[in-house]
Each structure stands twice: as C-alpha cells, then as structure tokens.
C-alpha cells in the first residue's frame, strides 16, 4: 500500500496537540496491548523433504508523537506476542507433506518492536486511512525515513525491518461501527500543515465518483492547555452543519484516537457561517486507566513444543521451557516414553521401537505396510506439563510404532477443511486417491473429528487448538495402509492451514 494523489473530496481538518494524542493513546493502552493484530511470516527454512514455516504473532500497535532536538516523529510500538513454526515433512512419491511439529513459544512482555516515521515539514510522509469495506480498519500509511528498535534478535529485527519496509503499512484499529454519511465510508487524515506541536490533519473522502475539491478552511489553532482537540469540518460535505456539527462527530474522533477516550465536547460548538462547523472533543472522563476492552498480559508458562509426531525408538526431543531452572516437569496421566533433564535443559525420549512389528514386502505401495495382526498398539500420546511459580502449559508427544503408506492432502471447499486419503501406487507408478466409502478416519490427540465424506470439524465446546488425525485405507483388512498428520485448526484458519500444506 503506498500513499498516493487522491482524487478526493475534502471534508474538514483535525488537530491535536502531541501531548493530548500520546494521553488519550495511553488512557486505552496503559501497557502495550496483548489483543493478537498482524501474523508476520518471518522466515521459510526448505530441506531435502522437509519445510519449515516460521510466524511472528505482533499485537495491536500504541502510537506515539514525539519531538526531540527539533526532529518530530510519529512513532507506534507493538508487543511480539508469540512465535508459532511449523514443520511438515514429505515422504517419497508423495504429492503433499504432512504436518509433524508446532513450536509455539510466547514471548516475554519485553520483546518490542518500536517503528519511528520521520515526520517531515515540507512532505505527506504518512496518513490514517478508514474503510468500511477493509473491517472498519483504521490503518496507519507511510513513507519516508523510518528508525527501527526491537528488543530481540538482530535477524528478527532485520526481518522485521523488511517486512514493514516493503508493507508501509499496519492496521492500528478497528471500530465497532461504521458512520452514516456516505463520504465517510473510505477517508483519510493527511497532514494539512506543519507538524508544530502535534497533528494537523485534513479529512478527505476517498468514495469512488468524487471530484477533486481541496479544502480553504482554517485549522483550528493545536489547543496547548485544554483537556481536549478540535476539529471543523466542511458545509458543502456535511448539509446538518447549517444548524449543527456532524452527524458522526463522535465517531470521527475514533479516525485520530482509540474509540472511547474522547468525546463530544458541547462548549465547543460553533457555527462558521457560509464554511462550516467547529467542534471538539475532551478526554473521556474516567477513560485513563480503564481499559475495558483491553486484554490485560498474564505471563503464560513458555514450554514448546506444542505437538510432536515422532517415531517410536527415535532419538531424544528437546523441550524449550523458557524459565528452566523454576520450572517442574512431569507427565499427565499414562505415559509411555521417558524425561531427562540436561545441565540446561529437559529431553523427552520417546517409547522403544516394537521389534513384534512384521511388515508385507508384497503391496502396492513404496513404503511397506504393517500387518495388523503383529501391532500391539498404531501410536501413543504422552502429555508434559510444566509448571512455575502456579502456572502451567502442556507439550505434547505422539509416537508412532507403524510407518506410514499413504498421505493425506487438505484443501478447502464450501469454506471447510476437507482432508483426501491418497497414496502413490508402485505398480501404475502415480498418485492415487482412496476412494471416501474406502477410507476410515480417527483422531489420535486432540478433539477434533473428520466426517465420513473427509470434512474436518473443531470441537464446537471447547475446541483443542490442535488435533492429530490419521486415515487409514480399508482396502485391506490385514494389512495397515495409514497416514498421520497434524491439523492446525483453529490454532489457524482453514484458508491458513492449507496454505501451509501446499505451499
């Protein structure tokens, strides 16, 4: 998205000091905010059979206007939530991969990344777009000189830095209604003036069919000691201005601040005869401090990964726990595999391998099937939980004792996850598709299921965030033809998953 000429409609100009800006920012986000916003994808690793998949989940942004030695700046800075990699694994004559390990790692409050656009006095260096149409999101639009500080690693920062370099742009709201006047269904703030001592910014609707008309009006001087911002706006866009301000008055100030620390102050009304209406706004009395729709952080328990699919007799896995030396680790319920805890660090060893296990050299497929009648047991789950200091999170492991035949390939139809049994057949020397009558579905962790026509549903209660399901191919009683993978719903989206596994 880049800032560029607006055949647009000018509709009235707002100003605010950079003092009352950063206040009523802060009055909704006292502490950088943990509502989920952007999903960055930070990296792609690619091996031989093997992709890997990594995302940056960053919070809402908290914008800020500063002024130092003469050099102003509008600044936002956003919390990195979490980190979420994915690793899926394609097995030979295989057409898609399968999903075998989610590393989900939540990051400490501190981990911040903090964007200054340089505000020059002469350019349109930025602007605040709104429409209706895009979510009424609230996007903030640059370009220009930008200084980059993030609190973790330099690769993160430089991978950051290059996303937002090429994007230049980040949603920083999203309203709960849209307004009523039809010019104000798609609009901007652009500078109207010099930066002085705040934000001096006109309105202009961007409604497709508008002609190009530039505003004559005069900003309203940037209020210095009053406990509010000001803000006039245009007879000829807005008829009511005859008699009154705006019909969406109070909704405009959400296009400049958060929604709720604002609002309509009466002692400002003033009729411009033949231009337009001034008005204002104040600070919302009690909104400091009382940030009702703003999830408050509670440091979660760190421990990753997520889920692993292993094998049985594999070596032992690392689980990452971000406060070790505090931490307990232990296994809910049953287990079958083993802990160990290193110098500086806790492994899981999963099950031994089952040497019971006999597989058929005559089949139809490049890896051999198991006969069923030599299987104690297809695969086990072992759940770790880990606590400090009260708090917990669980990691889990499922070992498979039977390698798999087959693959089984996601894609999304009537906006559903919908999952395909297939397998490459030796013989014809191509890719073949279970038939659905032919093929059986289970789900080995998690609560999720799949249909007999292949449709995948999440718990409608309580949903696992993740699920393990396997298929496996009837057309043999005797022997197991079987596929395994991790389904990433609702940790992602369907659309999300499946750009995961055909990517």
Same mark, same amino acid.
């Given at each position: 998205? %880049?800032?560029? #000429?607006?055949?647009? =409609?000018?509709?009235?100009?707002? %100003? ?33 059979? %093997? ?17 130092? $030695? ?17 690793? !899926? +694994? ?21 981990? /911040? ?45 430089? !991978?950051?830095?290059? @996303? ?24 901007? *703030? ?9 934000? &001096?910014?006109?309105? @202009? ?41 705006? *019909? ?8 400049? &601040? ?11 009304? @003033?009729?411009?005869?033949? #231009? ?19 999830? =408050? ?36 319920? $049953? ?8 110098? $500086? ?19 139809? +497929? ?22 400090? $200091? ?7 492991? &499922?070992?498979?004792? /039977? ?7 996601? !894609? /999304? ?20 598709? /279970? ?7 289970? +789900? ?5 299921? &799949?249909?007999? +026509? ?9 949903? #696992? ?39």
């Amino acid at each position: 998205m %880049t800032i560029e #000429s607006l055949n647009s =409609v000018s509709l009235g100009v707002m %100003t605010i000091s950079g003092g009352m800006f950063n206040r009523l920012w802060r009055d909704r986000y006292p502490a950088l905010p943990t509502t989920p916003g952007e999903m960055i994808h930070l990296d792609r690793e690619t091996g031989p059979g %093997t992709k890997k998949f990594k995302r940056l989940q960053m919070g809402m942004p908290r914008l800020e206007w500063k002024s130092i $030695d003469n050099s102003i700046s509008l600044a936002l800075s956003q919390r990195a939530l979490r980190e979420l990699e994915v690793t !899926l +694994t394609t097995e030979p004559g295989a057409e898609a991969p399968w999903m075998n390990h989610i590393r989900k790692m939540e990051m400490p409050a501190e981990r /911040v990344l903090t964007i200054d656009i340089i505000i020059s006095p002469t350019r349109n260096i930025y602007e605040l777009r709104y429409a209706t149409q895009d979510q009424k999101a609230v996007t903030l639009v640059w370009r220009g000189p930008t200084d980059y500080a993030y609190s973790g690693s330099d690769t993160d920062k430089r !991978l950051l830095s290059e @996303h937002y370099d090429a994007q230049k742009s980040i949603v920083v709201d999203r309203l709960v209604l849209a307004p009523v006047s039809m010019w104000l269904q798609d609009v901007a *703030l652009i500078p109207h003036g010099p930066p002085a001592n705040g934000l &001096v910014l006109g309105l @202009h609707s961007r409604v497709l069919g508008g002609s190009a008309m530039e505003s004559d009006l005069i900003a309203p001087a940037l209020p210095l000691d009053v406990d509010g911002f000001h803000a006039v706006s245009e007879l000829r866009a807005f008829p009511e201005n005859l008699y009154r301000r705006p *019909l969406d008055s109070s909704w405009m100030a959400s296009l400049l &601040v958060p929604g709720g620390t604002a609002s309509i102050d009466p002692s400002q009304d @003033h009729l411009e005869k033949g #231009s337009g209406f001034r008005f204002g706004y104040r600070r919302s009395a009690g909104s400091a401090g009382e940030p009702n729709d703003v999830a =408050v952080a509670v440091e979660p328990v760190s421990v990753s990964p997520l889920i692993s699919i292993v094998g049985a007799g594999f070596e032992r896995q690392l689980i990452e726990i971000a406060d070790f030396k505090n931490a307990t680790v232990d296994f809910v319920g $049953d287990w079958h595999g083993s802990l160990e805890r290193g110098s $500086d660090a806790w492994y899981y060893v999963p099950p031994p391998y089952s040497s019971s296990v006999v597989y058929e050299t005559n089949c139809k +497929t490049l890896q051999p099937p198991a006969r069923v009648e030599t299987l104690r047991e297809r695969a086990v789950v072992d759940v770790i939980k880990v606590t400090v $200091d009260g708090n917990s999170g669980l990691s889990t492991f &499922v070992s498979l004792y /039977v390698k798999q035949t087959h693959y089984i390939k996601c !894609l /999304v139809a009537d906006s559903r996850l919908t999952l395909e049994l297939w397998y490459y057949d030796e013989e014809e020397e191509k890719n073949v598709r /279970v038939p659905a009558e032919l093929t059986e579905w289970s +789900t080995l962790q998690g609560n999720g299921s &799949v249909s007999r +026509t292949g449709v995948f549903t999440p718990n409608i209660l309580n949903p #696992s965030t993740v699920s393990v399901i396997s298929g496996r191919d009837l057309a043999s009683s005797g022997l197991l033809y079987w596929a395994v993978t991790v389904i990433p719903v609702p940790l992602f989206s369907a659309t999300d998953a499946v750009t995961f596994f055909n990517d």
